[in-house]
């Protein structure tokens, strides 16, 4: 580093100090020494660079210019990061949004704090294009901290390596002379704290997989696979890379594997007679019945399970794996060490019959339709056929959001009677099992094996539901929404249900019908390695 001698850097920086209280002395009190030290501080570190840094800062301050650094570096995270990388960008970029939202269209607009005069800093140092919006908090600053924090949130190793560029980011802006440091202190403070607070809209996973006790049955130990068949579905993961891998990881293991579905479809909706055919072929020869895909395909296999009697291997690969995630289950590797081990839970299956009289006994239904994630009425279906219709033009994301706006402006609520009451809703979702965290969109499930469906309502009879609706998920404040209902149950009925109103259930569209009786009661085996994660 060059300039003053490092035995004088404490004089030298008394006497900036004094000359800016000086300068300053139209501004008494604290808030004008607070300004008098930053003074002195941005004119010291004027006054001291490192040769190598005068390319290198300018060159890392000019890349994060309108996020582009966080969107790049969110995008390798996503790609190469695995489902946490993915969790980890997403509350990243979300993170970088507020801050950036809050700090120059709100805070800057309201302190209107002057530039730094560049009359101290190299011309070398300085950018080839200098900010014209005001100076306080650096916006910089809070979108690096923002980006930072939010990934470090989802993961450690992530956001260690993130805050370094973050660090080199806001050291960039005070050594290119375009804010003092204290409008980084405070650009920084505030991006980490708005990225800690999108934990009320969006919680963490718990590191722990779902809780599901040992089956009390025995539970066969094949370590070369020998007795379990797969059924691999095409659609899902890699192409062409998840049979042969199988192969390697469970070499006596029989493999089918399941043809492409038609260009344009959705590969998670997986379900469909011909999967549902080679399941059941595929039972009738199992002493595990296997299947490699997403939750459609899983939602099958486990009915198919259920009705054969035989443990379910389920291997991750599909696009989002909800209920491999609640498992543990991250990897094919996963899967296949607790089938060499024997290792297995035992996991609630909600169960739905049509169209009958109901009592609340046991399920008379000889092969009712299953869950094992979520079951919904409403809004939901409607945005997955929306989704659908556009994917295949502008990608799955896309798509998603852009069916989400026209859902809710086209959307109508749906009538019927829930337990004998009736009510009108945008949506009536059931989880298979209590999701948390409570009072909000249901995110992740702490309990595999708790008996209880998860009931969350939104009433479309409240005057402005949808409005009020968007306004809660917004500020934070469903859970004591009044448009909002969140319960357990064991059982429901619904019944008087309008015609033409659909279910989704694990993600995959069907047909609706009059009257439905959700409830839990039987098990499936799958099988979990000990001491399973979730990714």
Partial sequence: MTGTGTGSHGRVFADLVAAALAQEGARPGVLGRVHAVDHAAFAWLAQHHVPWANRALPALSRSANHSRLWMVAA??????????????????????????????????????RPRPVLDLVPEVRRLPRQPWTTSFPSGHAASAAAFATGVALESRSLGAAAGVLAGGVALSRVYTGVHYPGDVLAGAALGAGLAAVTLRWWPRRPVAAAFAPAPQVHVPVLPDGDGVVVVVNASAGPEGEVAPRLRELLPAAKIVERGARPAGSDPDLEGGSDLEALL??????????????????????????????????????????????????????????????????????????????????????????????????????DLVRAREALEGRIGKWPAMLVGLVSVLKEARPVKLRVDGRARSVWLLFLGNGAYAPAGFAPAYRPNLHDGLLDVRLVDAAKPAARTRLVAAVLSGTLGRSRVYEATTARAMRLTEIQAGAPLAVDGEVRPGASQLRVAKGRRVVVYRPAGARRA
């Avoid at 695995?82 to 990243?92: D, K, S, T």
């Avoid at 072929?281 to 199992?286: L, R």
């Avoid at 035992?346 to 000889?366: C, H, K, N």
């Fill in 280 to 381: 059941r072929s595929a039972a009738e020869e199992a002493v595990v019945l296997g299947v490699a895909g997403g939750d459609g395909s899983i939602n099958a296999a486990a009915r198919v399970a259920l009705e054969f009697n035989v443990p379910l291997a389920v291997f991750p690969a599909g696009t989002l794996n909800h209920f491999a995630g609640d498992l543990g289950l991250q990897r094919l590797e996963d899967t296949a060490r607790a089938v060499r081990a024997g290792e297995a839970v035992l996991v609630d299956v909600a169960e739905i019959a049509r169209d009958r009289t109901f009592d609340f006994g046991p399920m008379s239904q000889t092969d009712p339709e299953v869950f094992l994630n979520t079951f919904s009425i409403g809004v939901y279906p």
């Fill in 75 to 112: 995008g390798s995270m996503a790609l190469s990061g695995g489902r946490a990388g993915r969790r980890a960008a997403l509350r990243g970029l979300g993170s970088v949004a507020l801050a950036s939202t809050v700090s120059n269209a709100v805070m800057k607009r309201a302190a209107r």
